[in-house]
T-cell receptor, first 115, second 109 residues
Framework: ETGVTQTPRHLVMGMTNKKSLKCEQHLGHNAMYWYKQSAKKPLELMFVYSLEERVENNSVPSRFSPECPNSSHLFLHLHTLQPEDSALYLC??????????????FGPGTRLTVT | GQNIDQPTEMTATEGAIVQINCTYQTSGFNGLFWYQQHAGEAPTFLSYNVLDGLEEKGRFSSFLSRSKGYSYLLLKELQMKDSASYLCAVRDSNYQLIWGAGTKLIIKP
């Protein structure tokens, strides 16, 4: 495996279900990100882990819960979601934030549909 | 508030040149990125500007004017495979990326 991988690629879940999205990066980076991408809207940064420290967007509902067990793996745990949470969830990684030119590398995303 | 503006959609002809503009208002500036995203795929990095001027990379060039809060992506010799969305993102004073909604570029034969 190379780059950033995400599983599953597609997920349909009911509002009472609990599921988890998984992301793995094979680039030796030390920062990982979760984004939400809705049609015709800017990418919304949800969570950042940098050097194993979590930086959280305060506007993210508690029904989304991230977990970063090490610098290569990132999870997004989902529970009691709402239909408006249906979107493409993208994982990205980069070298840690700082003054350098550190572009983010994205995974292919998980297309989530909440019914 | 922080804001990135780009046109929603543009159409161009195969073989031609197109310029996609991006204007920004952010809390500080630590670089501007352009990404390409084909439908159903991940965004991929195209270019990075932190100083004023033009950065050229093959058929693609990116320009930055920090005083005007303005950038553009220039695509030359357009090919059908260039049909995609182009995302502009600015890194603010906290080194967080602020994203535009993207410009969908349609290439016609």
């Amino acid at each position: 495996e190379t780059g950033v991988t995400q599983t599953p690629r597609h997920l349909v879940m009911g509002m009472t279900n609990k599921k988890s999205l998984k992301c793995e990066q094979h680039l030796g980076h030390n920062a990982m990100y979760w984004y939400k991408q809705s049609a015709k809207k800017p990418l919304e940064l949800m969570f950042v882990y940098s050097l194993e420290e979590r930086v959280e967007n305060n506007s993210v509902p508690s029904r989304f819960s991230p977990e970063c067990p090490n610098s290569s793996h990132l999870f997004l745990h989902l529970h009691t979601l709402q239909p408006e949470d249906s979107a493409l969830y993208l994982c990205a990684s980069s070298q840690a934030m700082g003054s350098g030119h550190y572009e983010q590398y994205f995974g292919p995303g998980t297309r989530l549909t909440v019914t | 508030g922080q804001n990135i503006d780009q046109p929603t959609e543009m159409t161009a002809t195969e073989g031609a040149i197109v310029q996609i503009n991006c204007t920004y208002q952010t809390s500080g500036f630590n670089g501007l990125f352009w990404y390409q995203q084909h439908a159903g795929e991940a965004p991929t990095f195209l270019s990075y500007n932190v100083l004023d001027g033009l950065e050229e990379k093959g058929r693609f060039s990116s320009f930055l004017s920090r005083s005007k809060g303005y950038s553009y992506l220039l695509l030359k010799e357009l090919q059908m495979k260039d049909s995609a969305s182009y995302l502009c993102a600015v890194r603010d004073s906290n080194y967080q990326l602020i994203w535009g909604a993207g410009t969908k570029l349609i290439i016609k034969p």
